[in-house]
């Protein structure tokens, strides 16, 4: 590509929020995520404001246009392995706030405070590697932490925490966190409608009666 020297190709961002962990094309704009900030930048495109208080969309020709953070003091910290992506819902943790958030069209929600933000503030504080993916088969964002995460004199007792991990499931349609499971993922995805996660290097398919993997 050629690009005029004339024409800006980058852009900065508040160093006060630290390292960008990931990048995510959303539509014609690009999602940044820095350690403690969410922000949207436009493609191809460029937004000024009128004498009116409005807004006009500048035709193409730029790179990388206006940076807009979200509102909301949240990023996704160092756990970039953390996003799950369904349709316009991104979901991320952001460890240092002990807070799981979702990013969708009205903003960012905490959504560890669906009734587990105790269970959440203990399991977060402990973690070495949290890791997310998005269960298109069940519609749930699967989440599994990994860390010192059992203690016998509290309540984050699950079954496969004392092996140092746990996995729980977010359902939109519930507004919450209902079920535990006992698999533990590297990576996940969803591919022709079946899910599927990584441990070990190795795929395994989900949801299939072929050999059974899975307890509750």
Known sequence: NVFSTATPITRSLDPANNSIQKLY???TNLIVFQENKVSQALIDKDIIYTAEGGTQTLPQGIVLGQITPYLGK?????????????????????????????????????ISQYGMSDFFRDALSHSKEVIGSYDEYHG????????????????????????GYFTISFDENAKGWPSFKSFKQESGLTLNNKYNTFNSGKLYEHNSEEVNRNSF
Do not use: H, Q, W
């Open 140 to 163: 749930l964002y699967n989440l599994t932490i990994i860390g010192d995460c059992y203690d016998s004199e509290t309540d984050t007792n699950v079954a496969t925490a004392s092996d």
């Open 25 to 27: 094309a959303s539509d």
């Open 74 to 110: 949240y990023g996704i910290g160092k756990n970039p392995e953390s996003f799950g992506i369904f349709g316009f819902r991104k979901y991320f943790a952001d460890v240092s706030r002990n807070a799981i958030m979702r990013l969708s069209r009205d903003g960012l929600t905490e």
